[in-house]
């Protein structure tokens, strides 16, 4: 990812290699499927029983029961090229639609300020200076009406929303929609945050929470890869983190004591 002469906008570049890999919050998917009712039945068929395709949403899952946050790049392939998705308003509002209903049915909901979508730009190789400002300062919510914006979309179903019919039918009349990578942030857990007071987990410590996804799954994020757990898991997890604070403060409180003895006796050596 690049930045342009002006700094209007970051942007990405048409078939080069992020300069980042897959790892504990970075994950790449070449689709848009958010949900699990999103995902086409032929991605779901195959001879070895293994789905060529999974829904974006185990991975934010998994990147908020860790706690650590991170970020899911829809646009670009496992294997780190940039190939972007072309989308047109009507599709962007689509998106953010249809993550907002997504955390809406997690167990407990996800909150709007514990995740942030961003649509940046991607431009050719060979673009000007000037053409990638000019791409990279393209407002696409000045081309349409607000009216038509507030046309209610289709979520959780696998078929086409008419938002897609819409860019469809333009595209037959040449007009194409801008090419994005859509980055779907997911914030650390911040304990000290007030809007996180509601939902952690703890009266004395703030924990994060653990969230189910539509399906009622548990994951986490442990390297590049994502681990199903079961409630019982997730059970002992929690225990040995809260053990594992409780020792962190039990030996800072120590120390404190310890200083606080060692303060004391200098002064009061001081005094005789």
């Known amino acids: 990812m690049a930045e342009g002469r002006l700094k209007v906008k970051c942007y990405y570049v048409w078939g080069t290699t992020v300069p980042f890999e897959e790892d504990s919050c970075h994950e790449f998917k070449g689709h848009r499927n958010i949900c699990v009712e999103e995902l086409p039945p032929w991605t779901q068929e195959s001879k070895n029983d293994k789905a060529s395709r999974r829904a974006v949403s185990r991975t934010l899952n998994a990147f908020l029961n860790t706690g650590k946050g991170g970020t899911v790049y829809l646009g ?4 780190g090229i940039v190939h972007g998705l072309k989308l047109s308003q ?4 689509h998106i953010v639609g249809s993550l907002d209903d997504l955390f809406s049915r997690y167990n407990p909901p996800v909150k709007p300020h514990r995740y942030r979508v961003r649509f940046v730009p991607v431009v050719k190789s060979d673009s000007t200076p000037d053409e990638i400002i000019t791409q990279c300062s393209f407002d696409s919510s ?4 607000d009216k038509d914006r507030l046309r209610p979309h289709i979520y959780r179903n696998h078929k086409y929303c008419w938002c897609d019919t819409d860019s469809l039918a333009l595209c037959n009349y040449g007009v194409m929609s801008p090419d994005y990578v859509i980055e779907i942030e997911i914030k650390p857990w911040n304990p000290n945050d007030p809007l996180n007071k509601q939902d952690a987990c703890g009266s004395l410590f703030s924990f994060h929470p653990i969230h189910e996804d539509e399906e009622g799954t548990v994951y986490f ?3 590049a890869s ?4 079961s409630m019982t898991e997730v059970a002992q997890l929690t225990r040995q983190e809260v053990h594992e604070t409780c020792q962190e403060e039990i030996y800072r409180l120590k120390r404190e004591i310890s200083l606080l003895k060692q303060s004391n006796c ?6 005789t």
């Not at 009507?90 to 509002?93: A, C, G, R, S």
């Not at 200098?266 to 005094?271: I, K, T």
Request: no cysteine; glycine share 8%.
């Open 221 to 223: 994020r442990r390297q």
């Open 76 to 79: 670009i392939v496992d294997s």
């Open 90 to 93: 009507f599709q962007k509002d």
């Open 142 to 145: 000045e081309t349409v009406d």
């Open 226 to 229: 994502l681990i199903k757990y």
């Open 266 to 271: 200098e002064s009061g050596g001081m005094e």
